[in-house]
Every structure is written in structure tokens, then in C-alpha cells.
T-cell receptor
């Protein structure tokens, strides 16, 4: 089975801190995604990567950056965390653009 | 990329009943994917139906696809309390970006 893991299930950070969320997949998938999910707003795409070192902005990239130095790992970086970035963050991967996505368990981030 | 629109927004049924959810989309697709999200198991892929398929089964799930009407339906037979979740359809045309809609929230009462 495909496994997508995220570095933390719960995280509490302070405003202004730099935050790293890590995602690792074990199935050699080309594409990887970062979403955030908020009540009433659904799942929104922050960034996706279609290959190593390649990235594209999603719908809400402001305040975030990403890094994909190795195929299996996709990191989401909050350069200076703010309270409006308190959310559930979901990572996903898939083999290619015609395939289904596999999601990690999510990281619930609270920024105080 | 395009977003699927699920209908109804919410559905409440008794355990043992069947649940049907519908999805509509706007442009041509390569396939359509259904996902489920609940608090216990997170967001998981359920079934993928290709544009040249009309019906697909997986356990208690039955998915239909009508490309002429740009619509799909997900039927869950003999629902269980554990089926309580949000269900999302994702039309896929092969683009890099995928968009999840608001989903259908299913409540199965024991």
C-alpha cells in the first residue's frame, strides 16, 4: 500500500516563527501536493510539485513556500507564521496527472 | 482543472439503507475519482472510473458515469455507521491541478 506520512499530527507555533511541515511518500510518485482545509472553505491547494525541484503555485500560495529536493519528500514552509495560517494541512501524492491521490493523515497547526 | 459539484450537500439515512450521491462537472474528463473523508481515516481515495466506463463496483460501492450528461453518482449499499463521512468527486482531465469541491456530508444513524 502507498504510504504518505507527515512529520507531525499536531503542532503549536508562535506568530513569526518559521515552520516546516514535512511530507514523505514511499511509492516513487511524481506528483506531490500541499493543501489546507478549513471549515466552510473546503480543501484548498497551496502548492504542488510535478517532479523533483519543480513546483507550481496553487490557489493560495501567499505566505508559503515549498521545497522538493528529493522525489519522496515535499516540504511546506511558513516563512513567518501568522494566526490566519492556523489550519489542517494535508499532503498528497500520485503517480501521474491521470491517477488518484493518496493523502497523509494531516497536520493540525495552531499558530498563537 | 475543474471542480466537481456534489449533491446533496448533506444526507442523513438509517443504517442498512442505501445512500446515493451525485456529482456534476463542466468539461471533458479522462476519469472521475471519488474520495471519502472521516475523522478516523482521513481522506482516502475510493474509486476511479475512466471516461470510457459506464459503471464500476468496489465492495458496497457502485459508481456510474454519464459523460454525455457530465455527471456521476456514487451508491453505497447497506450503509453502516462507519460510512459516516464527507464524500468528494474529482473530475480529472489530466491536468496537474485538482480541485476538491464542498462534498456531500453523509450521516448514517445506527
Amino acid at each position: 500500500d502507498v504510504k504518505v506520512t507527515q512529520s507531525s499530527r499536531y503542532l503549536v507555533k508562535r506568530t513569526g516563527e518559521k515552520v516546516f511541515l514535512e511530507c514523505v511518500q514511499d511509492m516513487d510518485h511524481e506528483n506531490m501536493f500541499w493543501y489546507r482545509q478549513d471549515p466552510g472553505l473546503g480543501l484548498r491547494l497551496i502548492y504542488f510539485s510535478y517532479d523533483v525541484k519543480m513546483k507550481e503555485k496553487g490557489d493560495i500560495p501567499e505566505g508559503y513556500s515549498v521545497s522538493r529536493e528529493k522525489k519522496e519528500r515535499f516540504s511546506l514552509i511558513l516563512e513567518s507564521a501568522s494566526t490566519n495560517q492556523t489550519s489542517m494541512y494535508l499532503c498528497a501524492s500520485r503517480i501521474s496527472s491521470y491517477n488518484e491521490q493518496f493523502f497523509g493523515p494531516g497536520t493540525r497547526l495552531t499558530v498563537l | 482543472s475543474q471542480q466537481g459539484e456534489e449533491d446533496p450537500q448533506a444526507l442523513s439515512i438509517q443504517e442498512g439503507e442505501n445512500a446515493t450521491m451525485n456529482c456534476s462537472y463542466k468539461t471533458s474528463i479522462n476519469n472521475l475519482q471519488w474520495y471519502r473523508q472521516n475523522s478516523g481515516r482521513g481522506l482516502v481515495h475510493l474509486i476511479l472510473i475512466r471516461s470510457n466506463e459506464r459503471e464500476k463496483h468496489s465492495g458496497r460501492l457502485r459508481v456510474t458515469l454519464d459523460t454525455s450528461k457530465k455527471s456521476s453518482s456514487l451508491l453505497i449499499t447497506a450503509s453502516r455507521a462507519a460510512d459516516t463521512a464527507s464524500y468528494f468527486c474529482v473530475p480529472n482531465a489530466g491536468g496537474f491541478k485538482t480541485i476538491f469541491g464542498a462534498g456531500t456530508r453523509l450521516f448514517v444513524k445506527a
